[in-house]
């Protein structure tokens, strides 16, 4: 009796060692996993912020460059008009160079109700144009007669990090409109 006692017991400290020692391989394990994991992780933070970066540089580039479209997704008259979504893929302000290519709907009218109307011209050469870089990206105007007897005033806020923009096109007689969408290289 006494040797059965001794032998299970033995078996007891044996199962109990053993035990002991996978789960020290395991958490071994665990431990080296976990450590993969992170620097995988980190590798990854360190891979998008590499294209952040990148991606900052190039909207920078092509606005100095004076190279790049606005594609607007949104307008809406300002101070507090209706939020139109615009899906017409030919809507787009393009500045090539010292021209600007004008393609965009506009709200007209003195009293509502107001008239939409389209400007569609190309301007060979626009007044006071100025490009600021500032903490969230540019700040770019300048002001064209666009062929008419009004002077319409162009400001751009371009958000580098975003690469989002929005466009307000103001007039001296007529409510400013305002425009959101993206900034694209040419």
Same mark, same amino acid.
């Given at each position: 009796?006494?040797?059965?006692?001794?032998?299970? /017991? !033995?078996?007891? $400290?044996?199962? =109990?060692?053993?035990?002991?020692?996978?789960? #020290?391989?395991?958490?071994?394990?665990?431990?080296?996993?976990?450590?993969?994991?992170?620097?995988?992780?980190?590798?990854?933070?360190?891979?998008?912020?590499?294209?952040?970066?990148?991606?900052?540089?190039?909207?920078?580039?092509?606005?100095?460059?004076?190279?790049?479209?606005?594609?607007?997704?949104?307008?809406?008259?300002?101070?507090?008009?209706?939020?139109?979504? /615009? !899906?017409?893929? $030919?809507?787009? =302000?393009?500045?090539?160079?010292?021209?600007? #290519?004008?393609?965009?709907?506009?709200?007209?009218?003195?009293?509502?109700?107001?008239?939409?109307?389209?400007?569609?011209?190309?301007?060979?050469?626009?007044?006071?144009?100025?490009?600021?870089?500032?903490?969230?990206?540019?700040?770019?105007?300048?002001?064209?007669?666009?062929?008419?007897?009004?002077?319409?005033?162009?400001?751009?806020?371009?958000?580098?990090?975003?690469?989002?923009?929005?466009?307000?096109?103001?007039?001296?007689?007529?409510?400013?409109?305002?425009?959101?969408?993206?900034?694209?290289?040419?």
């Amino acid at each position: 009796m006494k040797r059965s006692i001794y032998i299970i /017991l !033995t078996l007891a $400290t044996i199962a =109990l060692l053993g035990f002991a020692i996978s789960s #020290d391989a395991q958490s071994d394990k665990s431990a080296e996993k976990q450590e993969e994991r992170l620097r995988k992780q980190e590798a990854r933070r360190e891979q998008r912020a590499r294209r952040l970066a990148e991606y900052e540089r190039h909207i920078d580039s092509i606005v100095q460059s004076r190279n790049f479209r606005f594609m607007p997704q949104t307008m809406q008259q300002l101070p507090a008009g209706m939020m139109r979504n /615009l !899906t017409n893929p $030919t809507f787009e =302000l393009t500045v090539l160079g010292s021209e600007v #290519d004008v393609c965009l709907p506009f709200l007209k009218g003195y009293t509502p109700p107001y008239y939409p109307v389209v400007f569609n011209y190309v301007l060979t050469s626009v007044q006071g144009y100025n490009a600021v870089k500032s903490s969230e990206g540019w700040h770019i105007t300048f002001h064209s007669t666009m062929y008419s007897s009004s002077d319409y005033t162009f400001t751009l806020e371009i958000y580098s990090k975003y690469g989002g923009a929005t466009l307000t096109l103001s007039s001296p007689f007529y409510n400013s409109v305002q425009y959101t969408g993206n900034i694209l290289g040419i």
